[in-house]
């Protein structure tokens, strides 16, 4: 046993802030690129599993495919757009993915102890700097735990004091949306392409 | 800095703790033991008392491993006491709770009693009911038997008779009075029979507008005990004064008196139980008029009473009629609402008790002034069902009490605790994001409280939520993270019972109202709790 000060406890502690949140494995990703998205859900809520993992595809990302799992089965919803958008192809999109679930596992991931990670690929936006963020919640046999919440002003990682903003915001409410963070990208995405005409745009150009 | 690369590891969770959330101890307890999954580093981990008086010290504070300790060199006084915790799990996030736990008494307020049974389902609230119908019945006995003595002029044994009846009633309703009080603050502190004796229901119960009805309500049965005793002749003034003191204690509780426009309302509803009273005032002497007087002299008695009786029936009955107009607001809600359907019930009554009085003005009236003997036997059994309707009356009434009339449902009243009046408690309505929501909050005062959310659109239609959630704290007693989930009351309104808050203080409340599974309304707010 030992004896605790308190005070030098708390400050401590209030100095880091972290996320055991429902959360993206890569937080940041290049603007424009199209991204394997692995979410990981690190516990239950509380003391009770997980039974069903929900994630809504914000309204900038787009071509949503999602990764097969043999341990939960998947429901994706879609929504119509409010107009049609070329996709890959020159096809012309009319709706795309609001959101995916995954359900009915084999087995319920258990509230401690282990994290699983429920994989999909999205066309990331091409706004720089910006911070996308996926509202998800996860449904457990006992409630459920929400990780919605998002900053009520835009963040810029350009901004100096984005860290900080960042930080305040993480540790400031219940349950923050998992997100990620559009870098500048140094290359084009994939070695046949220049930076200045990824792929996407070559085909819509065509 | 945002510690991305941290392992990923569950919040710490609290596996148990010593006492249990809502836990009862015989003893006081020398420690007090949080048990979590992983190691915590604690942030604060206090014990406060109900006035929010910190107990146990911060050096006192022990971890090992996973269990955080509190040792108490002093034994904790009986009462209910707040835990609180925040630490840090081994993710850095910060975790924390608070809860309940008593010691040597029940815990103060049931945190853990169902949403939707709200107050009303305890035993107390028959024992309160119990109470204000032995109120109702012996205050208007009493202030009858006074009315009477005063207005009337019956053979001095049938007037003897009366005072020494109005005596009696003045005095239990004296101790009814009082009793309200004791038993309405159990009613809202809720717990075993023993809850009776404590302080904290006395408390809570002078809270409510008992209290004043009170205040007022015992010395006017004292002023009717002894004008009584005297005889009207001596002791109009007192005899007076005492009724109407009497009566004015209705009015300052309940709710068809403190309905809009009061000043209508209250004179209504005064009329209302002055009528009441004089009839009821008056059995007893005509009773013993019938039995002992001469046939003739109790004719004679009749019929002076009789051509009051009808002045005051027909304001007993135009009294009635308003108050119901404005409570019950549409013909349909006579037969559709809780309360409807009892004020039906009542004016039955009240029509039976009409027929009786019909009778005894147009057929035994008029057989004593002829001197028939048969007539009075008649007459007193004709008083003894009297008596009968009117306990059934005003059980009526006191069951009119318990419910709320359709003014307050439609006007998006919650009824509230019986026996207060509907502008207790504390309403607020918060903006944000183009919404607004009705809060409402009662009793508003330490202890267990309700929490009633309504969440509007910009256009002022109430919406439907997905569901709905609350963060409580009380920083000027370090009290955080009091969570809460909502249950939905109705297909608009969100009720949540809220027990830890026994400190008073402005409580701050971050309400998150979802529109559907991801979307939300966040609200924020202040209630104060006295």
Redesign the interface.
């Known amino acids: 046993?030992?004896?605790?000060l308190?005070v030098t406890?708390?400050a401590?502690?209030?100095s880091?802030?972290?996320?055991?949140?429902t959360?993206f494995v890569e937080?940041y990703a290049p603007a424009g690129y199209k991204q394997d998205m692995a979410m990981?859900v690190?516990?239950?809520c509380?003391?009770s599993p997980v039974k069903e993992v929900?994630v809504?595809i914000p309204e900038n990302v787009m071509g949503v495919t999602v990764a097969d799992n043999r341990d939960w089965k998947i429901e994706i919803k879609t929504r119509k757009l409010d107009k049609p958008v070329p996709g890959e192809g020159g096809n012309m999109v009319t709706e795309t993915v609001d959101e995916i679930i995954w359900k009915d596992p084999k087995s319920p991931l258990p509230?401690?102890?282990y994290?699983d990670t429920f994989q999909f690929r999205v066309s990331l936006p091409k706004e720089e700097g910006s911070v996308v963020w996926f509202?998800s919640?996860n449904v457990c046999e006992k409630?459920d735990d929400k990780y919605?919440e998002v900053p009520k002003e835009t963040m810029k990682a350009s901004a100096p004091d984005f860290?900080k903003k960042?930080?305040e915001f993480?540790?400031s409410v219940?349950g923050p949306a998992p997100y990620i963070v559009l870098t500048k990208p140094t290359r084009a995405q994939y070695p046949w392409e220049t930076l200045d005409m990824p792929a996407a745009s070559k085909a819509a150009a065509k | 800095?945002?510690?991305?690369s941290?392992p990923?590891?569950?919040?710490a969770?609290l596996?148990g703790s010593t006492p249990k959330a809502g836990e009862q101890l015989g003893t006081p307890p020398k420690d007090l033991t949080l048990n979590f999954?992983e190691n915590v580093?604690?942030?604060?981990f206090k014990v406060l008392d109900k006035a929010g008086k910190e107990v146990g010290k911060?050096?006192e504070?022990?971890?090992?491993g996973n269990n955080l300790?509190m040792t108490l060199s002093e034994d904790l006084p009986n009462g209910t006491y707040v835990l609180t915790y925040r630490v840090?799990?081994a993710?850095?996030?910060?975790v924390g709770a608070t809860f309940l736990f008593a010691v040597g008494e029940p815990v103060a307020a049931a945190a853990n009693v169902k949403a939707g049974e709200g107050a009303g389902a305890s035993g107390w609230t028959a024992a309160v009911a119990i109470n204000r119908l032995a109120l109702y019945v012996f205050m208007t006995l009493a202030a009858g038997a006074a009315l009477f003595a005063v207005g009337m002029t019956v053979p001095p044994a049938a007037h003897q008779a009366g005072a020494r009846l109005g005596f009696f009633a003045a005095a239990i309703a004296a101790i009814a009075y009082v009793m309200s009080i004791g038993l309405g603050g159990a009613e809202m502190v809720m717990g075993g029979p023993s809850v009776l004796l404590s302080g904290q229901s006395w408390r809570q119960g002078s809270g409510t507008t008992l209290m004043p009805s009170a205040l007022i309500g015992v010395p006017a049965m004292l002023l009717l005990m002894f004008g009584l005793r005297a005889g009207a002749n001596n002791s109009t003034p007192a005899l007076l004064l005492g009724a109407v003191l009497g009566i004015a204690s209705f009015l300052v509780t309940g709710h068809a008196a403190t309905a809009a426009p009061v000043w209508l309302m209250a004179t209504m509803v005064g009329i209302h139980l002055a009528c009441a009273a004089f009839w009821l005032g008056a059995l007893r002497p005509l009773y013993v008029t019938s039995h002992d007087a001469p046939v003739a002299e109790a004719g004679l008695a009749m019929t002076r009473f009789s051509s009051r009786a009808v002045l005051s029936v027909a304001a007993l009955f135009a009294s009635g009629l308003v108050i119901t107009w404005v409570q019950v607001e549409s013909p349909k809600a006579m037969i559709e609402t809780a309360y409807g359907v009892r004020l039906t019930a009542k004016l039955a009554l009240f029509f039976g008790l009409l027929a009786l009085a019909a009778y005894n003005k147009l057929v035994l009236t008029p057989a004593l002034d002829r001197a028939n003997p048969a007539a009075a036997s008649g007459l007193r059994k004709t008083i003894t069902i009297e008596y009968l309707t009117y306990i059934l009356i005003l059980a009526a009434a006191v069951s009119l009490t318990l419910t709320s009339p359709p003014r307050a449902i439609n006007a998006g009243g919650t009824g509230g605790v019986a026996g207060m009046a509907q502008d207790q408690g504390f309403k607020t309505t918060v903006k944000a994001d183009g919404y607004s929501a009705d809060v409402d909050v009662t009793p508003g005062k330490t202890g267990e409280n309700m929490f009633m959310i309504t969440v509007r659109d910009n256009s002022g239609a109430a919406i439907k939520l997905e569901s709905m959630d609350m963060?409580l704290a009380l920083p000027t007693a370090g009290i955080a993270d009091v969570e809460k989930?909502g249950q939905a009351a109705g297909p608009e309104m969100w009720h949540f019972m809220v027990g830890e808050t026994i400190i008073p203080g402005e409580w701050e409340v971050k309400a998150r109202a979802f529109v559907n599974?991801?979307?939300?309304v966040d609200f924020e707010f202040k209630v104060p709790i006295k």
């Open positions: 046993m030992k004896k605790l308190f406890t708390c401590m502690f209030a880091s802030a972290a996320s055991a949140h959360y937080n990981r690190p516990h239950g509380k003391d929900h809504r509230a401690m102890g994290f509202k919640y409630g919605v860290a960042m930080g993480m540790r219940p | 800095m945002l510690a991305a941290r990923a590891a569950a919040h969770v596996l999954n580093g604690p942030i604060f911060p050096g504070i022990q971890l090992d300790h840090v799990s993710d850095t996030h910060p963060m989930t599974a991801f979307d939300k």
